[in-house]
């Protein structure tokens, strides 16, 4: 008999580390929250790997490890996760314009072939072997026939201004 009160007053009575857990878990949620909140509000994956890490550390404080322990394995995870995602997180995130065969046509001389009234959406040019949509940079009318330098390209419209006549 006295076997089976050994067991209830071990049943009876919570762990010490049941205990300590809990107060550490209250500290460690925030961080998590917080690194969450702080990813949310830029757009640069900055804090992602943290969020990883923190809740790495909290998943090493339920099994129950020492609070060096939990540094480390903070710290190794984030490492870990920056290493594996950044170069990831940098391709999807580069805002670089890659030039394609219409750009070669940027800041050359073309012949208007139409007319180019902005007020009237009319006008073309042609250049490269191809007639494009144009319209003044300036909002000037651009009578046929005139040379233009194209300035600037939108979807395929091209915005042109007026080359200097040569006196």
Not at 3 to 17: K, N, T, Y
Not at 23 to 41: D, L, N, R, T
Not at 121 to 131: F, L, R, S
Not at 146 to 154: H, P
């Amino acid at each position: 008999m006295a076997h089976g009160g050994d067991v209830e007053s071990e049943r009876a009575q919570p762990s010490v580390s049941v205990i300590h857990s809990g107060a550490e878990q209250i500290e460690k949620g925030p961080a998590i929250v917080i690194f969450g909140i702080a990813e949310a509000a830029t757009a640069g994956l900055v804090s992602i790997w943290f969020v990883a890490g923190a809740v790495a550390a909290l998943l090493s404080l339920e099994l129950g490890a020492v609070l060096w322990l939990q540094i480390v394995v903070f710290l190794a995870v984030s490492i870990a996760a920056l290493i594996a995602t950044r170069p990831l997180a940098h391709k999807m995130l580069d805002k670089t314009i890659v030039p394609t065969n219409a750009d070669r046509v940027l800041h050359h001389t073309a012949k208007v072939t139409e007319t180019i009234d902005n007020e009237n959406t009319t006008g073309a040019v042609y250049i490269d072997g191809k007639t494009w949509t144009a319209r003044s940079e300036d909002g000037d009318v651009i009578a046929r026939g005139a040379m233009v330098t194209i300035v600037r390209m939108e979807g395929v419209k091209l915005f042109v201004r007026k080359e200097r006549e040569e006196p």
